[in-house]
């Protein structure tokens, strides 16, 4: 790997500074030095390690020989230190109390400053509540029906449960989950975003879950499951707490709110919409410990990058990139509905005309499939740019799905799931004020008025343009990682922030995305082996990895929870791909279920 390059190279420079500093010393005698220490001609640096080697070759033999190897060994053990550095060092062992970096060791972390913000905030009310929550998503998770929990999920996760509930049908498959078991929540991380607080939650638990398709039998599986998950809760700073989870009544005005919420969760008597954190903790995201570890805390929603944007929209009341996010997920996973379906319709609100043509025209192209798994594992903030009178936000979308292709004849499944870097464009009106709806629930932002899946672009009661930029966040473009780093070479836009799509990732090497594509290739089969697991751990030790930091990560992968990961960068990719195929190769065969994955990683 490359950190065992390094080490030969730095021991490589070592040795030629060794033998030019004793041919110094013979040239130049006790004269080879300089005073001061700090000119031009080296160096500080160079003149302390020149004068270390000196007084070295000074000593008497067999005494420079030793101290030479003491020093060859100190180097050779931070160089082994530094090579145990990896993001998947962090990602917890929830199986053992007594492993390093042990689940059982986490406590709640919770900043003073939440509750100087929000003084009536409870944690063991707010613990309540995510126990409420996980318990009923369970439940309505298995029924496919998700008006038990819509007042207090977000546009965002309901989309991701309706555009997986419509896969599900499309496969006649149900998922069933049963002595479901919560064994620990802890608050992991607070962040503030504008006006508005997010808490990170980690919920460890045990359940069955079983899968079974009767339309393709192939996909059935399941059993005992031990698991960790991330749920991130927002809610207005300072507002006063209702409890949306354990009453049925209107947090505004009282009234009893409809047992069935459909898509938007609107109060019948006052119009208030419960979901939007103004009145409660609401869900708005779910995410899996190795994409939490290594992407939660790339684009803090109150760091640098929050608050340029902030700076460059200038807006003050109730903008919320959490909120924007919200509003990206629910419209990508629209759009994957509308390619499955083959439904172009579906997006018609809420994207540009120019990214309505770009839809029909994949639909019209490609081969009927559907989405066996799909899911996002983070959609994040990126970029910002002003153009044309509008504020761009670049978001950054990392889908993972499997597919089931040809589904009109013969069909073709993907063996494992996929990871995919994506791009879309929000755009809106510089200055524009709050919308009265929201195009991704289906409501009017100019008016509130409810809105059909259509072709049509007006308002059937106030006739304002819907797809309009002047109330809404739009999505107006979406392109993969690629395509974004060709856009931007093409565009001249100047972007805030300017960086690659593999920086969300900064924290996954290259040894990181092999070893996890090489678990990925031989857990294929469903299940991992004494066998592999002896392999993986004999690689992992190749790899310079420590074995005791590691153990969340490879729980991950004997958990089927891993996914296919590659790097935008093309050496990257490369040297993945070539360390892969010797994985696969180790016993002088490749089976044609590791070749089709191989081909498929080519592909990313």
């Known amino acids: 790997m490359k950190y065992c390059v390094l080490t030969k190279k730095f021991l490589s420079f070592l040795i030629l500074i060794i033998f030019s500093a004793t041919v110094l010393a013979s040239a130049g005698g006790a004269g080879g030095g300089h005073s001061g220490g700090g000119g031009g001609d080296g160096g500080g640096i160079f003149y302390i390690v020149y004068f270390l080697l000196r007084l070295i070759f000074m000593l008497p033999f067999p005494l420079n020989i030793i101290v030479l190897v003491v020093i060859i060994y100190v180097i050779y053990r931070a160089s082994k230190k530094y090579q145990n550095i990896s993001g998947l060092n962090d990602i917890p062992n929830y199986t053992s109390g007594d492993a390093t970096n042990s689940i059982a060791n986490k406590t709640d972390n919770i900043p003073d400053d939440l509750f100087k913000r929000n003084p009536d905030f409870n944690k063991e009310n707010f613990k309540q509540k995510v126990r409420t929550a996980f318990m ?56 503030s975003d504008g006006n508005y607080d997010i808490i990170h939650v980690g919920i460890q638990y045990s359940m069955y879950d079983a899968f079974t398709s009767n339309k393709y039998t192939q996909l059935n599986d399941g059993g005992p499951l031990q698991a960790l998950e991330f749920w991130s809760f927002i809610k207005k700073s300072g507002v006063k707490e209702k409890d949306l989870y354990h009453t049925n009544n209107c947090p505004n005005c009282g009234g009893d709110l409809p047992n069935n919420g459909g898509e938007t969760a609107k ?85 540009s005309d120019k990214l309505f043509d770009k839809l029909q025209q994949q639909i019209k192209t490609q081969p009927r499939f559907v989405f066996n798994r ?113 856009f931007k070479k093409a ?45 993986i751990n004999m690689l992992a030790k190749k790899w310079n990895y420590d074995l005791n930091k590691i153990q969340g990560f490879l729980m991950l992968a004997q958990t089927n929870k891993l996914v296919v990961r590659m790097p935008q960068d093309a050496k990257q990719k490369q040297k993945i791909i070539s360390l892969m195929e010797k994985a696969a190769n180790i016993d002088n065969s490749i089976s044609s279920e590791e070749k089709a994955l191989l081909d498929k990683v080519k592909t990313i």
């Not at 997986?164 to 496969?171: A, L, P, S």
């Not at 069909?411 to 929201?438: C, H, T, W």
């Not at 565009?491 to 593999?502: E, P, R």
């Open 267 to 351: 109060c019948p008597y006052c119009s208030t919409i419960t979901y939007l954190g103004d009145y409660d903790w609401i869900l708005t995201e779910i995410t899996q410990p190795d994409d939490y570890y290594n992407s939660n805390s790339k684009y803090e929603k109150q760091g640098k990058f929050s608050k340029q944007i902030r700076e460059q929209i200038g807006e003050k009341q109730d903008f919320s990139l959490q909120l924007l996010e919200d509003k990206a997920s629910n419209g990508y996973m629209q759009m994957m509905t509308a390619l499955a379906l083959k439904k172009p319709e579906i997006t018609r609100r809420f994207v």
């Open 374 to 486: 799909l899911y996002l594992n983070h959609v994040t903030s990126f970029d910002y740019f002003r153009e044309n009178g509008k504020d761009n936000i670049v978001i950054a979308l990392k889908r993972s799905s499997q597919q089931i292709k040809n589904t009109d004849g013969s069909p073709a499944f993907d063996s494992v799931v996929f990871s995919y870097n994506e791009i879309l464009i929000m755009s809106r009106d510089a200055g524009a004020v709050k919308p009265q709806g929201s195009l991704y629930a289906h409501s009017c932002p100019n008016c509130g008025a409810p809105v059909k899946d259509t072709i049509d672009t007006q308002c059937s009661y106030c006739h304002a343009q819907l797809n309009s930029t002047k109330f809404e966040w739009i999505i107006s473009d979406w392109m993969s990682a690629a395509e974004y780093e060709d």
């Open 491 to 535: 565009s001249g836009t100047t972007l805030t922030i300017n960086k690659n799509i593999d920086e969300l990732d900064d924290l996954f090497s290259v040894r990181d995305y092999a070893l996890n594509n090489v678990l990925m290739m031989v857990s294929a089969d469903g299940r991992i082996t004494e066998e592999e697991k002896q392999y």
């Open 136 to 191: 009923n998503i369970q439940d309505a998770w298995m029924l496919q029906d998700l008006s038990a929990v819509r007042k207090w999920i977000s546009d965002g996760v309901y989309q991701r449960f309706n555009t997986q509930f419509i896969m599900m049908k499309q496969i006649e498959q149900v998922n069933e989950v049963s002595d479901i078991q919560i064994q620990q929540i802890f608050l992991d991380d607070v962040e």
